[in-house]
């Protein structure tokens, strides 16, 4: 949102007023827009509200006060300036008392118009920036607290969650061991209106080979030696929810068959039954491997690769995004802190920078491990490895630490630009310039 963009309502029933007052406005690159009522003005204004409404308090019908009431009920934080007569300065406090921005009183030079406008105009641009800023902190909020980071892949991410969320279509996540793939699953089921339903995640990797069949499927009683009664499988306990399938590439191939079927029919079959039970979840599946290549070798079927594909989300590795770093960190010392009963360790820019510059093998579990020791006292040396460090500035550090320090007041405080000031102990114009500098307001 720029200022310059913003249009201005001039209400004027002087024709020849109402003239000087747009051309002092465009002659410095506000855009204007005329009205000779109030309510023409109402007209004028649609469904979109102007940037600023510049009106004469005495209007033929409905007065300047009275339009200004109107405007501010629809939206309370819009700049009305009001032209006073020499004679209507009380009422004009009194109008500011009632939420008017500003007023003028005639004859005024063009040049203070302008002055007041141009105030005026950069107040809703920065009012308009930050509605823009918590609307996006408001819909990131309905993804918890598990997508954290300001890297420009995290943000598309997010996105494409709530995109995605609310869909029935498969999905497949793709990612390195520790980057949060149970996480974003997580996420996709809390955004979507299967939230209430159950969220049932299976390690295909972790089951033992004979048991896993008994519970993903389920079984009846009898079904095998040991089965007593009857179980309700992992997939029909995740029916009107969510069903996320970790390390689906270690899943077994005659399993895998099974597992379309069901994909294709919506029903399954417990071990030892020849009835159908009608499952409706939503399927999230996830994997390490490049799960198209496991396909072409003959390793997965690749039926239920395109399956389980219909839609996908690719999570960056920690060393794609080390600008998220200071924030995850600070996230996590916060979490330990208080799961520990610790206060919260100060961060030198030093040990920042080391971190940044560590290439994270373990992603974000290695990251909140180290979180956890610093928290505890008991951090054995780090980095590991030195190897896998590279070079980070000292200014790429202290920028990355700053920015994680702004959005997370932001976060804190209900993105209140003067809490959040407050909370970082700077003025509120100079937290404004850094959210701009940092990428934190919203285009």
């Known amino acids: 949102m720029n200022a310059r963009t913003l249009k201005v309502l001039v209400v004027e029933d002087d024709p020849d007023v109402l003239l000087g007052c747009e051309q002092a406005l465009q002659l410095e690159g506000v855009a204007t827009v005329g009205a000779e009522s109030a309510e023409q003005a109402l007209q004028r204004i649609g469904e979109e509200l102007p940037g600023l ?38 009422l004009a406090v009194q109008a500011m008392r009632a939420g008017a921005y500003d007023f003028i009183e005639k004859p005024f030079p063009p040049e203070y118009l302008v002055d007041v406008v141009r105030r005026g105009l950069e107040k809703r641009a920065l009012t308009q920036e930050v509605r823009a800023l ?20 995290m943000e598309e991410i997010r996105k ?10 498969s999905l497949l996540i793709n990612g390195e061991t520790g980057t949060g793939k149970e996480l974003v699953a997580r996420s996709l089921h809390e955004a979507s209106a299967r939230r209430n ?9 972790g089951l033992p080979e004979n048991l896993v069949e008994s519970e993903i499927f389920g079984h009846e009683a009898g079904a095998f030696t040991g089965a007593t009664k009857r179980r309700i499988g992992k997939i029909e306990y995740a029916n009107g929810g969510t069903l996320f399938l970790d390390e689906i590439e270690s899943m077994p191939m005659a399993l895998q068959i099974k597992l379309l079927r069901v994909l294709q029919e919506r029903t399954l079959e417990r071990l030892g039954s020849n009835t159908s039970v009608p499952v409706d979840c939503r399927v999230v599946a996830a994997t390490k491997e490049d799960l198209g290549e496991m396909a072409q070798q003959g390793r997965f ?29 600070s996230h996590f010392l916060q979490q330990s802190a208080a799961a520990h009963a610790r206060s919260v360790p100060v961060v030198s820019a030093a040990r920042l920078q080391q971190l940044m510059a560590y290439a994270w093998p373990g992603n974000v579990r290695e990251l909140r491990n180290v ?17 896998r460090c590279e070079a980070v500035s000292l200014h790429q550090a202290v920028d990355a630490f700053e920015r994680a320090m702004v959005a997370e007041a932001l976060r804190n405080n209900g993105n209140s630009l003067s809490l959040a000031a407050g909370a970082l102990q700077i003025p509120k114009t100079t937290l404004h310039d850094k959210m701009r500098k940092f990428g934190l307001i919203a285009s």
Do not use: K, W
């Open 197 to 205: 339903g159950n969220f049932v995640a299976i390690n295909c990797g």
């Open 301 to 329: 079927r690749e039926d239920l690769y395109y399956r389980l594909n219909v839609a996908s989300i690719n999570l960056p590795a920690l060393r794609e995004r080390r600008e998220d770093v200071p924030l995850l960190f």
């Open 53 to 90: 409404i510049v009106s004469d308090i005495r209007l033929p019908g409905r007065d300047g006060m009275a339009l200004m009431r109107e405007v501010l009920a629809l939206d309370a934080d819009l700049p009305v300036v009001l032209i006073t007569g020499h004679g209507d300065v009380s």
């Open 371 to 387: 979180a956890d020791r610093c928290v505890l006292g008991i951090e054995m040396g780090f980095p590991p490895f030195a190897s």
């Open 134 to 153: 918590r609307h996006q902190l408001q819909d990131n909020s309905r993804l918890g607290s598990h997508i954290i980071g300001n890297a420009v892949a």
């Open 160 to 169: 494409m969650i709530l995109d995605l969320a609310d869909t029935n279509v």
